[in-house]
């Protein structure tokens, strides 16, 4: 019997790609936008995908709504602040749940276990992402602008075992990354700044986006991705690089695809399989690298979604 997903959020970009990704696999999409009545609907679900944003405002109504019904919650959030009060918030709940199963959040979280092996401390944490391009769609300058606001503004950067602000502009520098040395902006800090530490004790994660996609991002174009295949993927190729450090070892593990977008929905989807086979389970909240083994849950995607580099020492 084919199990049944709800989707608020459906009718956006990265919702479409979920309700597709889910028919894939032979599940059963419930689209649910804004005027959905959640409990209605989650009675017949087996789990939710919430991909409504900003989850600012989303997030605990989904997760209110999920632990009624009794049901797995999953997300794709971006927002780090989102992420944070998640995990302070609902460490009890007596359902699974899963906060940023994206590519800003669960992918760098799974490729930082997967580069640890099987330690879970290190002295830092290397996060680096190559865009070729970055045309955001609408959700994403919205939940932006709505995650400035909370910070008054301010930066995000993981220093000293914990989350910290900064005003100023980020510093522009250069990355050598396995494919060549690039401009990059550092302290460009992400939801995988929030999830990796809630399972790993880490002092410092240093986090750089290629300076291109900054500039693409803070650029005054609202046109958004462009599709350029019958799936709705777009021309866009990232490449994400993760090091984990401890004294004078160091491991990487990396992943390349295409559109940021789309990788997400087999991520979340595929997260959501796992949880409701067994795998991953536990109720309360926790990241989907505390959850998952890593090369097994990121080589499952290899060749569909992202080709998955393992870790080795450099």
């Given amino acids: ?40 609907a989650l009675r017949r679900a087996d789990a939710v ?38 995990f302070a918030r609902h460490a009890g709940a007596a359902v699974p749940i899963v ?20 330690a879970r401390a290190a002295e830092e944490i290397v996060v680096a992402y190559a865009l070729s391009s970055w045309r955001p769609t609408a959700g994403t300058r919205a939940t932006g602008v709505v995650s400035a606001q909370r910070r008054g503004g301010r930066r995000v950067v993981y220093e000293g075992g914990r989350l910290d602000y900064r005003d100023g502009a980020a510093p522009r520098t250069t990355y050598e990354f396995t ?7 550092g302290e460009f800090t992400m939801a995988d700044s929030a999830t990796i530490p809630t399972h790993v004790d880490v002092a410092r994660i240093e986090t750089y986006m290629t300076s291109n996609a900054v500039d693409d991002l803070r650029a005054d174009d609202p046109s958004g991705p462009v599709a350029v295949d019958a799936s709705g993927r777009s021309a866009q190729t990232f490449h994400v690089e993760v090091v984990a450090r401890t004294g004078r070892v160091a491991r ?13 929905a087999p991520l979340v989807v595929e997260a959501a399989v796992r949880i409701l086979a067994g795998e991953g389970a536990a109720p309360g909240v926790a990241s989907a690298g505390a ?20 870790a080795e020492t450099v």
């Fill in 1 to 40: 019997m084919s199990r049944h997903i709800a989707v608020p959020g459906a009718t956006g970009r990265t919702g479409r790609f979920v309700l597709a990704e889910l028919r894939r696999r032979g599940l059963t999409p419930i689209p649910c936008d804004r005027t959905t009545d959640l409990d209605v």
């Fill in 49 to 86: 995908i919430n991909c409504a944003g900003p989850f600012a405002a989303t997030a605990e109504p989904v997760i209110a709504a999920a632990v009624r019904a009794g049901i797995p919650y999953l997300d794709v959030t971006a927002e780090i602040e989102v992420v944070t009060d998640t």
């Fill in 99 to 118: 906060p940023a199963v994206a590519f800003y959040g669960g992918l760098g979280d799974l490729l930082a276990t997967a580069a640890l092996g099987d």
């Fill in 179 to 185: 494919t060549g040395v690039r401009p990059v902006v």
């Fill in 252 to 264: 990487r593990a990396t992943a390349v695809g295409r559109d940021i977008y789309a990788v997400t």
């Fill in 291 to 310: 959850r998952f083994d890593p090369d097994d849950f990121l080589g499952s995607l290899d060749s569909h979604a992202l080709t998955f580099g393992p």
